[in-house]
Structure formats: C-alpha cells, structure tokens
Nanobody, 127 residues
Framework: QVQLVESGGGLVQAGGSLSLSCAAS????????MGWFRQPPGKERNFVAA????????AYADSVKGRFTISIDNVKNTVYLQMNSLKPEDTAVYYC????????????????????WGQGTQVTVSS
C-alpha cells in the first residue's frame, strides 16, 4: 500500500506564493512519476504538473506555465509544487498522485495513469 501525504496549502492573496509538498511512502519505488492535479469548486479535477523520478522530465498545464514549478527529491520520495503569481482562478483542492509504472522516463497528464492519490490540500487565492 502506498500513502501520499500532502502539506502546504492555505490562504494567500493574489500575486502571492505557496509551496506544496507531497511525500510518498509504503513501498520502494524504482522508477515512477508524480503529478499534481487540482479541482476548483464545482469543477472537474484537472492536470497541473508532473515530474519523473529523476527530475529530468516535467510537464505543465498551459494555465500554470511560467508560474508554477514542480520538483522532486527522489531520496525522500517527495514532490514539491512551488506556486508563484497566484491568481484567484488557482483556488482549488490540490491533489498529488503517483504513477508507479510510467512509460520509460515519461510523465502523464492523464489521471488514469496514476495509481495512488493523496487526500488533497486546499489552496485559496483571494482577490
């Protein structure tokens, strides 16, 4: 069983920054990818960013490119999401997820690729 524990959400004013982290435990991972998704109020959950286990491959949703940065510490099995220049439309519950069987060095924006999910952390950006 794999556990993902997120932390770092909260309330911030527009233009501010927040950093999220997500630690994976419960199994030894050989190669994997980790991603962040978010679900705004009343909307579907969507892809935000993903990174492979080495940190050498990343992907971002167009809406966050240039503002968010995903990174990984593969010793700690922890993924981070640095969010800058936050906008009210970034308000959502943010979920991290892990793909334990990725295509070679690839990262996926598809939710179905991810095997385990965290409980989610709320990010609220006030205008």
């Amino acid at each position: 069983q794999v556990q993902l524990v997120e932390s770092g959400g909260g309330l911030v004013q527009a233009g501010g920054s927040l950093s999220l982290s997500c630690a994976a435990s419960g199994r030894t991972f050989r190669s994997y990818a980790m991603g962040w998704f978010r679900q705004p109020p009343g909307k579907e959950r969507n892809f935000v960013a993903a990174v492979n286990w080495s940190g050498g491959k990343t992907a971002y949703a167009d809406s966050v490119k240039g503002r968010f940065t995903i990174s990984i510490d593969n010793v700690k099995n922890t993924v981070y999401l640095q969010m800058n220049s936050l906008k009210p439309e970034d308000t959502a519950v943010y979920y991290c997820a892990i793909d334990t069987n990725p295509v070679y060095y690839a990262v996926s924006a598809t939710q179905a690729s991810y095997d385990y999910w965290g409980q989610g952390t709320q990010v609220t950006v006030s205008s």
